[in-house]
């Protein structure tokens, strides 16, 4: 059965980054990551829930040798404002000591979340620690964190999709859209 269901989502005002858009770009990073890798193993770390539909599209992608972990952070909950209180939920299983680290996240807004989790794993003496963001919004540029491969740069607009929710709603939405302002409210 053919459905277009999901782009006729009831509350979604408009569809920013396309399902193809993604999957092409996922698999250009990927590429890009696999050569930066060549030879050497990394740590690949998602940062959930929202980075969880990124990492297992990129994953498949990579042609290195990898472990995959994850990690948790408190983020914005019901709002749609950071609150700027990072809180580890759930930390690493692994030891990074001596090992490269590929953080991947969803989306990078403040930068408050992963200047947190930077600090927090550059403390364990990897290797080396990078990010790779499906998202990035132009307050990101405004912090110092270097994050060596972006997806998508999008406005300064509430997205959800593809992993990203509001509320913990819309994270199976295949692509990246706003939702309509009387969902908020
Ligand atoms: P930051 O600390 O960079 O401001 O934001 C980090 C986290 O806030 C992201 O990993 C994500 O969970 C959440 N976030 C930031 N902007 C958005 C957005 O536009 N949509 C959604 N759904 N979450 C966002
Ligand atoms: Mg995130
Ligand atoms: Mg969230």
């Given at each position: 059965m053919t459905s277009h269901a999901a782009s006729d989502h009831p509350?979604?005002?408009?569809v920013l980054i396309s399902e193809e858009e993604i999957r092409d770009r996922l698999s250009v990073l990927g590429k890009q990551i696999s050569q930066a890798y060549e030879g050497e193993q990394?740590?690949?770390t998602a940062v959930l829930k929202g980075a969880f539909i990124v990492l297992a599209d990129f994953a498949r992608s990579l042609e290195v040798d990898t472990i995959f972990d994850f990690m948790a952070v408190s983020s914005y909950g019901a709002s749609t404002k950071s609150s700027g209180v990072v809180r580890i939920l759930k930390d690493l299983d692994v030891e990074i000591e001596g090992r490269h680290v590929?953080?991947?996240e969803d989306i990078v807004d403040s930068g408050l979340t992963l200047s947190y989790l930077l600090k927090n794993l550059r403390a364990r003496g990897p290797k080396s620690v990078e990010v790779m963001a499906l998202l990035v919004k132009p307050d990101a540029a405004k912090v110092d964190i270097g994050v060596k491969w972006t997806g998508f740069e999008v406005p300064n607009e509430f997205v959800v999709?593809?992993?990203l929710d509001y509320d913990e709603r819309y994270r199976n939405l295949p692509y990246i859209g706003t939702l309509k302002p009387e969902v908020y409210s």
């Open positions: 509350d979604i005002e408009k990394v740590v690949v590929l953080i991947v999709g593809y992993g």
